[in-house]
């Protein structure tokens, strides 16, 4: 089954770090470009980062010098490593897989079911 489940929201102060980790399963993770959104209440959901398969990172300004993407090919698995949270980071992250063509086949775009970041003192 083609997935992608994320893990390590919680709550955090500000100031704080977390880290989310997205597992991706089967041929996702061929796909070139994964990343991450975000979706605060009353919110559009936005583009946190972006990382290709080859390790090509880029991410949003609101976010730059705080949040690291990466990606570890052989565990089949992205992260976001977050530092210096502030309450307006607080939002349900999304794992992306953005649409893709290999092997003869589009495949994507793919959704995680979102894991909660709250930073609150």
């Known amino acids: 089954q083609v997935q992608l489940v994320e893990s390590g929201g919680g709550l955090v102060q500000p100031g704080g770090s977390l880290r989310l980790s997205c597992q991706a399963s089967g041929i996702i993770f061929s796909i070139n470009v994964m990343g991450w959104y975000r979706q605060a209440p009353g919110k559009e959901r936005e583009l946190v980062a972006t990382?290709?398969?080859?390790?090509?990172?880029n991410s949003v300004d609101s976010v730059k010098g705080r949040f690291t993407i990466s990606r570890d090919n052989a565990k089949n698995t992205v992260y976001l490593q977050m530092n210096s949270l502030k309450p307006e980071d607080t939002a349900v992250y999304y794992c992306?897989?953005?649409?893709?063509?290999?092997?003869?086949?589009?495949?994507?775009?793919?959704w995680g079911q979102g894991t909660q970041v709250t930073v609150s003192s």
């Open positions: 990382i290709t398969r080859s390790g090509r990172a």
């Open positions: 992306h897989a953005q649409r893709d063509f290999f092997g003869s086949t589009w495949y994507g775009p793919y």
